[in-house]
């Protein structure tokens, strides 16, 4: 149990820091460089909180568990919009702009639709995962090349060398990583001391742990009232989870993808990419009415899937 605790406390602690260490340098690089943060949100922020998804999906294909792998991506993208989103905007104001996320948006329609296709046959072939991840250099490049947002002044910006930037970004990706395992494997063992079921360990626990890095970050973001970087971290994120996660993961070894998923799990996950794009049309900074909505989604998804 004291192990349990220890690292529970650690793995927070190294969220905490790794967020503070990837939202302060990813913002001082984008002012640097005239990049807008939204794009700094959407590409290099969204793939380090997405490491923990790329792991987990990899070595759980390795292993022939290709349930988990899938499973894992669409539980983080609900998690991603409903807890994520929804618990960062209740605490802190975010807000967020039709005209600066609407491609985003939907292209990780485009890529949901796209694994609805490639997965209706209950296999994910490598071919197809090829597919995703030449998807994915064309978002990146386009997000580069022809940026959405605009930019913004932050009191946070770090007064520092390129190169030390960098490696705050970098470091916070680390400390993300390992900060993410830590508080996995604690939330683990304690649901094993008390007695509850490893499947239920892994719909719940698992699934909440590889979401960290995208909490952390977007409520550290918004506390720092950088809302593009919090908003561009989700979306990014799931555009991400899809694209490299599953694409690298088939690619390495064929999915097997349940079909019991498109009754459930996958049509809430594109349900809330389409509730994106209604509350970026709504008054900003997001209501904490409609916060709230999104938070109870989440937990009613979790009730359903038991």
Known sequence: MLMSLIFLAVGSTMLYF?????VKGGVSIAARLGIPPLVIGLTVVAFGTSLPELVVSIIAAMEGSSEIAVGNVIGSNIANVGLVLGLSALIFPISIYYNNIKRDLYIYLAGSALFVFFAFDGRLSRFEGMIFFISLIFYVLLSIRHPNGEETSSE?????PMGRLVAYLIGGILLLGFGADLFVDGAIFMARLLGISEIIIGMSVVAFGTSLPELATSAVAAYHKE???????????NIFNILSVLGISSMIQ?????KSIMTLEVPIMIGYGLVMILIAKLNQPLHRIASSILLAGYFIFLYLLF
């Not at 064929?254 to 349940?258: A, I, K, N, W």
């Open 18 to 22: 790794g967020a503070e260490w990837i």
């Open 156 to 160: 946070d910006r770090l007064d520092a």
């Open 227 to 237: 809302s593009a970087i919090s908003i561009g971290n989700i979306i990014g994120s």
């Open 254 to 258: 064929p999915l097997d993808s349940p």
